[in-house]
């Protein structure tokens, strides 16, 4: 299967600071990415879609200036949080979409435990 | 609104048991399903596709589909305690990439 790395798969930071995930599809190119957000005990919610070349599409409730999207290769996607707080804690995961015909496929990242403190 | 219903489980069977795990959705446009497996604290991992009416074997893991039913569900023969975890069921429509995932079913599997 392909695969999708994360970094850093886990990060502590103080309140106010911005933290940059990174999002890495290692074998294959992807022109599309998504990043969601899991709480504890909770469903996976998609938070965005990030496509190559282009701006972020969000997800209703989803604040664009607070939750950074740059996806400039066919590789790679970041998340930034900007101002943390506490309330971001939580499990960001990436996916990244693999085109094949009717196989097309999401495969994940391990994800980032971000900790505001 | 897409929805995806799986019943939240806990559902528990003893080791060596088959566990079968039922996914129903609510738009016939839906094209491509999928199994994903989160075991605690970790992201999902694709366990299988399926998009065609049908059986899919692969290994332990059987899915099955049924476009006219509106159903989609995964066998897991000869369960183990290692395939404890949350199984989501995941479609997506043709022409797009967004998956629609449904809340999930827990699988507990007592040795």
């Known amino acids: 299967g392909a695969v999708v790395s994360q970094h850093p798969s886990w990060v502590i930071c103080k309140s106010g600071t911005s933290v940059k995930i990174e999002c890495r599809s290692l074998?294959?190119?992807?022109?599309?990415m998504f990043w969601y957000r899991q709480f504890p005990k909770q469903s996976l919610m998609l938070m965005a879609t990030?496509?190559?070349?282009?701006?972020?599409?969000?997800e209703q409730g989803v604040e664009k200036d607070k939750f950074l999207i740059n996806h400039a290769s066919l590789t790679l996607s970041t998340l930034t949080v900007t101002s943390a707080h506490p309330e971001d804690s939580s499990f960001y995961i990436c996916s990244a979409f693999q085109t094949s015909g009717m196989a097309d496929t999401q495969y994940f990242g391990p994800g980032t435990r971000l900790t505001v403190l | 609104q897409k929805e995806v219903e799986q019943n939240s489980g806990p559902l528990s069977v003893p080791e060596g048991a088959i566990a079968s795990l039922n996914c129903t959705y609510s738009d016939r446009g839906s094209q491509s399903f999928f199994w994903y497996r989160q075991y605690s604290g970790k992201s999902p991992e694709l366990i299988m596709f399926?998009?065609?009416?049908g059986d899919k074997e692969d290994g332990r893991f059987t899915a099955q589909l049924n476009k006219a039913s509106q159903y989609v569900s995964l066998l897991i023969r000869d369960s183990q305690p290692s395939d404890s975890a949350t199984y989501l069921c995941a479609v997506m429509n043709s022409g797009y990439s967004t998956l629609t995932f449904g809340k999930g079913t827990m699988l507990l599997v007592s040795p």
């Open positions: 074998d294959f190119q992807a022109t599309t």
């Open positions: 399926i998009y065609s009416n």
């Open positions: 990030s496509n190559e070349g282009s701006k972020a599409t969000y």
